[in-house]
């Protein structure tokens, strides 16, 4: 929560949607959008599982049809059931069998940074704080990263000084080379102060 501007709750059920507060979440202007969502759910370089509206890289003629999050119909899955067993087993079609993750150390990373509607911080008080005890009904969607990228495992504590619960993972490579880049060249351009 260091690159956000504190939340002031908002407890209006007709503006929440639920009877949780909310808030409008707004990013510092001292801060890049870069720097305040590198904070992911999986270490970098590290994926093991799909997220949802993970995005992926095709070769247009693999692709039949395409939706906006998901590329699920390809040549892969168009295939008759008997040939699709043939080829890969009895094995899911999604993920289709052919797609693999992207090294994100020496490949390519994607940094999903978009605007988090208000209705995404509904429950942040209770999702994100150690103090609540009882998760309502939702994960906690505003990124308080980990220390140095420890985890659980390390024995450390899972929470900030402020008993905020750690969720999310920086990647370094943005936050000490491309995250200075862009704040300079920002700078140059007087966008930023």
Request: contains cysteine; glycine residues 6%.
């Given at each position: 929560m260091?690159?956000?501007?504190?939340?002031?709750?908002?407890?209006?059920?007709?503006?929440?949607?639920?009877?949780?507060?909310c808030?409008?979440l707004?990013?510092r202007?001292?801060t890049?959008?870069?720097?305040?969502y590198?904070c992911?759910?999986?270490l970098?370089?590290?994926?093991?599982?799909?997220?949802?509206?993970?995005?992926?890289?095709?070769?247009?003629?693999?692709?039949?049809?395409?939706?906006i999050?998901?590329?699920t119909?390809?040549?892969t899955?168009n295939?008759?059931?008997s040939?699709?067993?043939q080829?890969?087993?009895?094995?899911?079609?999604f993920?289709?069998?052919l797609?693999?993750?992207?090294d994100?150390?020496?490949?390519?990373?994607?940094?999903?940074?978009?605007a988090?509607?208000r209705?995404?911080?509904?429950?942040?008080?209770?999702?994100?704080?150690?103090?609540?005890?009882?998760?309502?009904f939702?994960?906690?969607?505003?990124?308080?990263?980990?220390?140095?990228?420890q985890?659980?495992?390390?024995n450390?504590?899972?929470?900030?000084y402020?008993?905020?619960?750690?969720?999310?993972?920086?990647n370094?490579?943005?936050?000490n080379?491309?995250?200075?880049?862009?704040?300079?060249?920002?700078?140059?351009?007087?966008?930023?102060?």
């Amino acid at each position: 929560m260091t690159h956000i501007n504190p939340p002031n709750p908002i407890r209006d059920k007709t503006l929440c949607g639920k009877d949780y507060p909310c808030f409008e979440l707004s990013v510092r202007n001292d801060t890049t959008f870069l720097e305040a969502y590198n904070c992911d759910r999986q270490l970098p370089g590290q994926k093991k599982r799909v997220m949802p509206a993970e995005k992926q890289i095709y070769r247009a003629e693999y692709v039949t049809q395409h939706f906006i999050h998901y590329s699920t119909v390809t040549q892969t899955t168009n295939l008759k059931k008997s040939e699709f067993e043939q080829q890969f087993g009895k094995q899911r079609l999604f993920p289709d069998p052919l797609s693999r993750f992207v090294d994100e150390v020496n490949e390519g990373l994607m940094l999903h940074s978009k605007a988090v509607a208000r209705q995404d911080t509904v429950g942040w008080e209770v999702n994100c704080h150690a103090n609540h005890t009882q998760r309502s009904f939702d994960l906690c969607r505003i990124g308080i990263p980990w220390p140095n990228n420890q985890t659980e495992n390390d024995n450390t504590s899972r929470q900030n000084y402020d008993g905020w619960l750690y969720n999310c993972y920086v990647n370094k490579r943005i936050d000490n080379f491309w995250g200075p880049q862009l704040k300079a060249k920002l700078k140059e351009a007087g966008l930023v102060g």
